[in-house]
């Protein structure tokens, strides 16, 4: 805890934006993060609360009472104490302390009648301050195994997987079908909400500590016309990977979008966002893309209320759009949750992100019935409201009517893995079509297959960083203990 009284004395301190104007000129982050003085407040605020709930409503268990207690101390060692000590639980705070919607929070004990504690910004202020003081640094192997496992897919799953099993002295192969290391972080989170230099230098650790990356290199195989991102310019089968490794760990994401067939879907103009996304991130690395899909001077409706259709809020606004509308199709949330009704669960209520403060028309309860065009390109969406009755989604009578739109983004979330991957592996899939596998303590995450393991939003289907992160960390404990009979490493 911080100060016994603390969360009576000082008010939650929210982190900082630079202005609209400043910020849509650039893709580089924006955020204005706690300074010591501001941290060491938000630390104080920690209550003895008896049970922490915020340890269990974070998917990696970070233990939050302590930093905060170490933050609000506030001596260098402190500080040096809270990062070794968010890094017990947690590979890259870095990417949760930036991109994490933070449900630890919804979980604080104090959110039940009060303002949480800031858990996320310490956690970013933590992690901050170490890289610029220079506390995280590689920490290889004393002993090597001998044992060789590959790591297929390079996300937070696949990144905190080849670390921790590269740390107890495995010969770790990470592979990538895209042309750099971070999967959806690298090519789907954009520049303006997480800069790519941080997954770069834990790039440059996981080297350190003897993993050897391969980028470019696809396992299995991809559907012919697939709109996935894939820029491999090799290719290794199923077989071959388990005839050369001990282990396999699938870690792949889940990267098939939910596509709209209805009428019109084959007009040009409509696209996925994870065809768009991509590619700006691709451009602001300093790479040229020929024919990049922009929406300057365009009508842009994005469908899907989520945080990918926040990003292409973002995005189509730094390209210089007309005009840029998101549609929901479920109704508008309530403002303020009741919390006693849903604490310490993560609650239904309105989000409204710093991209959609940045410019955005917002539209609930409307589904697309049809994309119309002229000559072959989409002009506007046929649209109705809808509303449920007697539990069931219905649409309102006489509320049709057609928007205006030059580029239409397809937001809606991702169904499942690619199926061909887990096919060339002969994985058995779930009802969702995701990798099956448990997570329980003993044999979890082991498919049919021998050796070979899944984690991340391949077995869960899509999910947050944080619980990839989770997710690779006990899958990594499960290769081990696979591996050698037993294993140290932290579940």
Same mark, same amino acid.
């Given at each position: 805890m911080g100060k016994m009284t603390g969360f009576m004395e000082y008010e939650r301190i929210e982190e900082g934006y630079k202005p609209v104007p400043e910020r849509l000129k650039h893709y580089k982050e924006f955020v204005v993060g706690l300074d010591d003085a501001q941290a060491k407040i938000q630390g104080a605020r920690c209550m003895d609360c008896g049970t922490p709930f915020c340890n269990s409503g974070c998917p990696v268990n970070n233990v939050i009472p302590d930093f905060n207690d170490l933050v609000y101390k506030g001596k260098p060692a402190d500080w040096k104490n809270a990062i070794a000590l968010l890094h017990s639980t947690n590979n890259f705070p870095e990417f949760t302390g930036r991109i994490c919607p933070a449900p630890c929070e919804a979980a604080c004990t104090l959110n039940v009648n009060d303002d949480a504690v800031g858990i996320? &910004?310490?956690?970013?202020?933590?992690?901050?301050?170490?890289?610029?003081? $220079?506390?995280?640094?590689?920490?290889?192997?004393?002993?090597?195994?001998?044992?060789?496992?590959?790591?297929?897919?390079?996300?937070?799953? $696949?990144?905190?997987?080849? =670390? =921790?099993?590269?740390?107890? #002295?495995?010969?770790?192969?990470?592979?990538?079908?895209?042309?750099?290391?971070? #999967?959806?972080?690298?090519?789907?989170?954009?520049?303006?909400?997480?800069?790519? &230099?941080?997954?770069?230098?834990?790039?440059? =650790?996981?080297?350190?500590? $003897?993993?050897?990356?391969?980028? &470019?290199?696809?396992i299995g195989a991809m559907p012919k016309g697939s709109k996935v991102t894939n820029w491999a310019k090799e290719t290794i089968s199923a077989d071959q990977l388990k005839a050369d490794f001990d282990a396999v760990l699938l870690t792949g994401g889940s990267e098939q979008s939910r596509d709209l067939p209805v009428p019109g879907r084959d007009l040009d103009g409509i696209h996925f966002a994870m065809e768009m996304l991509p590619q700006q991130n691709k451009v602001n690395a300093g790479d040229k893309v020929k024919g990049q899909l922009r929406a300057d001077g365009k009508h842009v409706i994005v469908i899907g209320g989520g945080d990918t259709g926040s990003d292409c809020v973002g995005t189509s606004n730094r390209h210089g759009a007309v005009s840029v509308t998101q549609f929901e199709v479920m109704p508008q949330p309530p403002i303020e949750e009741n919390r006693p009704m849903t604490w310490p669960y993560w609650p239904i209520k309105l989000r409204t992100s710093s991209s959609h403060e940045e410019g955005c028309e917002r539209e609930f309860a409307i589904s697309t019935k049809e994309f119309v065009g002229e000559k072959g390109k989409v002009t506007g969406l046929k649209t109705v409201r809808v509303e449920f009755k007697d539990g069931k989604m219905v649409e309102v009578a006489g509320s049709e009517q057609i928007l205006k739109a030059d580029l239409v983004l397809l937001a809606m979330g991702f169904v499942n893995p690619v199926a061909t991957v887990l096919d060339a592996f002969g994985i058995d899939k779930d009802a969702r079509n995701n990798a099956k596998a448990t997570t329980d303590f003993t044999g979890g995450y082991v498919t049919n297959v021998a050796k070979v393991f899944a984690a991340g939003d391949i077995r869960r289907g899509q999910s947050l960083v944080v619980w990839a992160i989770r997710e690779g960390r006990q899958a990594a404990r499960s290769v081990d203990e696979f591996l050698m009979g037993f294993s140290d490493l932290p579940r």
């Open positions: 996320k &910004s310490i956690e970013h202020a933590i992690i901050d301050r170490a890289w610029a003081e $220079g506390w995280v640094t590689p920490r290889p192997a004393k002993h090597k195994t001998g044992k060789k496992v590959a790591v297929v897919g390079s996300g937070p799953a $696949g990144m905190a997987a080849a =670390q =921790q099993l590269a740390r107890v #002295g495995h010969d770790v192969t990470l592979f990538e079908k895209n042309d750099r290391v971070g #999967g959806l972080l690298r090519y789907g989170i954009p520049d303006f909400k997480m800069e790519k &230099s941080h997954i770069d230098r834990r790039v440059e =650790q996981l080297v350190a500590e $003897g993993v050897t990356i391969r980028t &470019s290199v696809l």
